[in-house]
């Protein structure tokens, strides 16, 4: 079986849409906490929490291999 891997600008475009993702969570737990809304801050980081431990890397990586 051959063997398929990123690009430089494969890796720095999944690396972007990563960081984008991030930055979103942060975002909506951060104006919960604005609005005082302290309980589904919390309740959110506890949702992306979960998720991100069940992200497998190979979602991310879409069958390929980084070497």
């Known amino acids: 079986m ?5 690009t430089p600008k494969e890796t720095m475009d999944l690396m972007q849409r990563q960081k984008h993702d991030y930055l979103n969570h942060l975002q909506v ?4 906490l604005q609005l005082g809304k302290a309980d589904r801050a919390l309740g959110y980081a506890k949702e992306v929490i979960e998720e991100i431990k069940e992200l ?3 979602t991310y990586l879409m069958g390929r291999e980084v070497d």
Do not use: R
Not at 29 to 32: D, E, F, G, Q, V
């Open 29 to 32: 737990i951060y104006s919960y």
């Open 2 to 6: 051959k063997k398929e891997y990123f």
């Open 56 to 58: 497998e890397v190979s």
